[in-house]
């Protein structure tokens, strides 16, 4: 990864810009400016790279020490598809996500990732964001700094049909996974996984596609978990490896809000009633109406809120291209539940031992309340409920 620094512009966010590259991709020329009299901000950058790219845009507020400014509000020349040229072209709603603020040292990353990243994988860039709740509201993590590293994660949840083909693997090769994915259809998500198989699962992926897997029954980590029930440390993970695992509570909940700080859900939601900041064509919950609530597995297809749901809505992908990370099934979180360690500030993996394990982000069969970017449940690791998950991939 490379930067590239640029001066200052003494406007009325005073944006100096920085530029960041993931593989291939050369990013440069990197321009940021407030519109006169308007709280959007014009971000221009080149781009070298030798087909389609993916980018992400992260702002500052202190000089570049940290980019954990809210900024989901993006139009133009950013997520997937943007083709190589000089001049593209981002427009930033400031007075969407960051409203009433005020920089004299703001500055603007632009990373750009090639398609040589994990297929069906979202880039999630690394750094600081404020964990945690703003409104003190029951079963939400107590808002406090946190910093990740850079990670991939599934854009969207598991389906039955990725499940079903890994288990049909899985079952060749050493495995013992207990079921093979419950779910309506084959693009609906799993959602009867217990945690231990989940994560069993996760190996076999791993090592279908030539990876190394990521949880091992010893802490030494020379036997990949492969079998029985099993609960699992931290020393027991590789963490450096290229192998698919379960994120961390904080990857989830960095991932989940997309760039957005604040907000309740992973789209622009802030303010103290969060009930009238979601409504049925935003996410699949309890009372959203839905054509697939009445069904017995109350699950959408996943990504299906895309511009084309019942009722109509719009793209509901998240800042980093995320779907159903409110609502659909809850998603499994590699931590045991517990007390946040505040001090653990830095890639923080949870406590060392538990009972129960994390998930996150509700379902069809709950309400909006579970929905929020914040909220914290628990369960069983055993539990066979409307429980799924999607991977992460670390950078090793």
């Not at 939400?140 to 590293?149: C, E, F, K, M, T």
């Not at 010893?218 to 931290?234: E, H, N, R, W």
């Amino acid at each position: 990864m490379k930067s590239d620094p640029y001066s200052a512009l003494a406007l009325w966010l005073l944006f100096g810009t920085a530029s960041a590259l993931l593989s291939a991709p050369v990013v440069s020329n990197v321009r940021a400016a407030q519109r006169t009299d308007s709280k959007l901000v014009d971000i221009y950058y080149n781009v070298a790279a030798p087909s389609a790219i993916t980018v992400t845009i992260a702002v500052s507020s202190d000089g570049g020490a940290s980019y954990s400014v809210p900024s989901a509000s993006f139009s133009g020349d950013f997520r997937s598809g943007v083709q190589p040229r000089a001049d593209r072209d981002v427009v930033w709603n400031a007075g969407i996500d960051w409203n009433g603020q005020f920089t004299t040292r703001g500055r603007v990353r632009v990373t750009a990732e090639d398609g040589t990243g994990p297929a069906g994988m979202a880039f999630i860039p690394g750094g600081t964001f404020m964990m945690g709740d703003n409104y003190g509201l029951s079963g939400d993590a107590a808002l406090h700094s946190v910093s990740v590293s850079d990670f991939y994660l599934d854009r969207f949840e598991v389906t039955q049909e990725l499940w079903h083909s890994v288990y049909t693997w899985a079952a060749l090769n050493g495995y013992t996974l207990s079921g093979n994915g419950e779910g309506a259809a084959g693009n609906h998500p799993i959602q009867t996984g217990p945690w231990y198989e989940v994560v069993k699962w996760c190996n076999a992926r791993s090592q279908k596609e030539g990876r190394t897997p990521a949880y091992y029954t010893d802490v030494a980590q020379t036997q990949i978990f492969k079998s029985g029930d099993l609960d699992l440390t931290p020393a027991m993970v590789k963490w450096t490896s290229n192998g698919y695992r379960l994120p961390t509570e904080a990857e989830w909940e960095k991932a989940a809000r997309g760039g957005l700080a604040g907000n309740h859900f992973p789209w622009p939601s802030f303010g103290n009633d969060y009930n009238a900041l979601i409504n049925g064509s935003m996410a699949n919950y309890l009372g959203s109406n839905d054509p697939f609530e009445q069904k017995p597995t109350p699950t959408t297809p996943v990504g299906y809120y895309n511009g084309t749901q019942v009722p109509t809505g719009v793209d509901m992908a998240n800042g980093y291209g995320l779907y159903d990370m409110a609502g659909n099934v809850w998603e499994w979180c590699w931590d045991w539940y517990g007390a946040y360690d505040v001090a653990a500030s830095t890639n923080p993996r949870g406590p060392a031992t538990g009972s129960v394990r994390v998930i996150r982000g509700g379902g069809g069969q709950y309400g909006v309340v579970d929905l929020r970017c914040a909220f914290r449940r628990k369960a069983d690791p055993s539990g066979r409920g409307l429980l799924g998950f999607r991977c992460a991939l670390g950078q090793p």
